[in-house]
């Protein structure tokens, strides 16, 4: 019995559309703009299975650019390396860049999906801090 519900629940946590159901990400640190002094925040403990929507004050979605070092609320902000997709593209794989020595100095991929007037993210888990999602609007 409880097989059937670990397999009910993972098949569940595939299905799920992320345009629907996401958890926000507000917080204004997280903004292109921002600068941190200090060591900054890490999005480590994202959960790599659940789907992530940039809102208020944190923008309106991922950068696609570098910010450079100690932006985004963190020394390492991450960005998407390439485009959003369109909504007829459906969900797609892309590119996550952190930056490191002013370039894309650590790689990974996640997905990215075009709810026609946000965008939502399942983010890659890269294994080390201090790095974080970078938003803009």
């Known amino acids: 019995m409880q097989t059937i519900i670990v397999d009910y629940l993972r098949m569940f946590i ?31 403990d994202l959960h790599t299975k659940a789907w992530y929507r940039f809102q208020g004050a944190a923008g309106k979605k991922m950068a696609t650019k570098s910010p450079g070092f100690y932006k985004c609320g963190a020394p390492y902000p991450a960005w998407l ?7 007829a593209e459906g969900k797609v794989r892309r590119e996550v860049c952190i930056n490191k020595g ?17 965008y939502v993210y399942k983010f890659y888990r890269f294994s080390y801090c201090d790095f974080r999602y970078c938003g803009t609007d």
Request: hydrophobic share 25%; with cysteine; proline share 2%.
């Open 81 to 87: 390396n390439g485009t959003h997709p369109t909504v």
């Open 14 to 44: 595939c299905l799920v559309d992320g345009c629907h159901h996401y958890q926000s990400l507000t917080d204004a640190k997280r903004k292109y703009e921002n600068v941190v002094i200090r060591s900054g925040k890490c999005d480590i």
């Open 102 to 118: 002013g370039v894309c100095g650590e790689r990974g991929f996640f997905d990215v999906k075009n709810c026609t007037s946000y």
